[in-house]
């Protein structure tokens, strides 16, 4: 599986900003996805992640109500749709695969994008 991120810029605080991950790899379809962020000096943390199937969805407690995770396993892409943006929110993003559905630990993921930036100014 190789995932490309894109969507990322510069946006106000209180704006929206969509992510979108997509996919290559005839597998793509069995593993759930996940959003990360990072900011330098800091661990990669837990934004969202999606089941296989995109019936199940768990968000950071940081980001719930704000960002919705989705994704279209005929488009080969998995979304980020980033509302009421903070500057605490200002982070590199990657997406990322793993078989252990749901989960917010960055080393069960295998396989990762290359991240695109996200700055929220005040």
């Known amino acids: 599986v190789q995932l490309q991120a894109s969507g990322g810029g510069l946006v106000q605080a209180g704006g929206s900003l969509r992510l979108s991950c997509a996919a290559s790899?005839?597998?793509?379809?069995?593993?759930?996805m996940g959003w990360f962020r990072q900011v330098p000096g800091k661990e990669r943390e837990f934004v969202a992640a999606?089941?296989?199937?995109?019936?199940?969805?768990y968000y950071a407690d940081s980001v719930k109500g704000r960002f919705t995770i989705s994704r279209d396993s005929a488009k080969i892409t998995v979304d980020l749709q980033m509302n009421n943006l903070k500057p605490e929110d200002t982070a590199v993003y990657y997406c990322?695969?793993?078989?252990?559905?749901?989960?917010?630990?960055?080393?069960?993921?295998?396989?990762w994008g290359q991240g695109t930036l996200v700055t929220v100014s005040s």
């Open positions: 990322a695969s793993t078989l252990k559905r749901g989960s917010d630990y960055a080393p069960d993921y295998n396989y």
């Open positions: 790899g005839r597998s793509f379809s069995l593993y759930a």
């Open positions: 999606i089941s296989w199937s995109g019936s199940s969805t």
